[in-house]
């Protein structure tokens, strides 16, 4: 996995619709955002370049609009953000966060017979 950009939370408001849906125009970003989000125009114009800067999405222009594609996958998006809080809450101790979780939360039968299958192919590999 190449490494990803630092998306921010309101930028992933724009990839979560790209992964949906792309391509996806400015117009059609701006009026679903706008609506969802209650952000001017300018506001997703700004969100836009950042994440073209970042190299998160491309675009093509087609007729007299610009067609917008995500360049990393929601599952690249997810490990990253997943790492980077194991690093900043755990300092990188995944254990830890796992039992920390498995403490808290209720757990069906379902769940646990799940996560047995996980360990035990963790601990063959």
Not at 19 to 36: D, F, M, T, V, Y
Not at 49 to 73: D, Q, T
Request: aromatic residues 10%; proline residues 3%; hydrophobic residues 35%.
């Amino acid at each position: 996995m190449n490494k990803s950009p630092h998306i921010t939370e309101a930028e992933s408001e724009v990839m979560k619709l790209l992964w949906q849906e792309a391509p996806l125009s400015s117009k059609e970003i701006i009026s679903r955002l706008g609506q969802q989000m209650q952000w001017s125009d300018q506001t997703i114009k700004t969100f836009l370049n950042r994440l073209h800067k970042k190299k998160a999405i491309r675009f093509e222009k087609s007729n007299r609009n610009y067609l917008y594609y995500p360049l990393i996958s929601y599952d690249d998006y997810l490990k990253a953000e997943n790492r980077s809080f194991l690093d900043r809450v755990y300092k990188g101790a995944v254990g830890m966060m796992c039992a920390k979780f498995l403490e808290e939360e209720p757990l069906t039968e379902e769940d646990i017979e799940e996560l047995q299958k996980i360990l035990e192919s963790k601990k063959k590999s």
